[in-house]
Every structure is written in structure tokens, then in C-alpha cells.
């Protein structure tokens, strides 16, 4: 037997309904709940200066440097990071915030901190 969960037809939201955000969820979770995706986009948001792969290949640990390849091409492919490579040797690659990631990163911080505010209280 199948369950439902029950849902309004209208939500809080205006303009959407519960069933077209459960579909959105799925994609939202594709940008930003890969490994090692918010620990790209985290130190970018602290500072308004370029960041090198460099820096981000020895701050990340956890991640190899193929995944954190992937990570950067997808996000800017997806526009939300904008990349700029220098035709000097060593090669230097620099990272930084599009607009659209700076709103996608003040997004997560609006979670995180929820997240603390929420994370001493009980559960009701």
C-alpha cells in the first residue's frame, strides 16, 4: 500500500507549490551537497580577493585533487564561480564568486546560521 504525504495545494511560498519545490529539492541538492562543494564555496565568501587552486588544494582535506577539479569545473559551469588563468609558469588559476555565488553562498550562510541558532534546542 502506498502512503501520500498530505499536501496543501497552495503553500507559503507564493508562486509555488509543495510538489513543484520536493522536484526543485533534487536539484538544489546537485549543487551544493557534493563532497567538498561548500568547502569550496565557504572560503570564497570571507574574502573579496581571488583564491588559487592552490590554497583550496591545502586547506580542503578529505577531497582529492581530481574531485576538487570537478567540484570547480561544475560550479563554473553552473556559473557560479568564475575562473581566470594566468599564461605564466608555474601556472597560476585563480576562483572567485560570481554573482549568482555570492547569493547562493549568503543562502548557505542564512542556513548555517540557523543551524546554530537551532542546533541547542530540543526537538518539540
Known amino acids: 500500500m502506498e502512503t501520500k504525504l498530505p499536501m ?38 570571507c ?8 590554497h583550496f588544494r591545502n586547506t580542503i582535506k578529505g577531497i582529492s585533487s581530481k574531485t576538487l577539479a570537478s567540484r570547480l569545473k561544475e560550479l563554473e559551469k553552473g556559473g557560479v564561480l568564475e575562473r581566470k588563468a594566468y599564461g605564466e609558469i608555474p601556472p597560476r588559476v585563480e576562483y572567485r564568486l560570481t554573482p549568482k555565488g555570492q547569493e547562493l553562498v549568503s543562502s548557505v550562510i542564512n542556513l548555517l546560521q540557523w543551524m546554530r541558532k537551532w542546533s541547542g534546542a530540543k526537538a518539540s
Open 8 to 45: 496543501a495545494n497552495e503553500c507559503g511560498f507564493d508562486g509555488y507549490d509543495a510538489a513543484s519545490l520536493m522536484s526543485e529539492t533534487a536539484r538544489l541538492r546537485r549543487i551544493i551537497t557534493k563532497r567538498g562543494t561548500l568547502e569550496i564555496l565557504i572560503p570564497l565568501c
Open 47 to 54: 574574502t573579496t580577493e581571488p583564491v588559487r587552486y592552490k
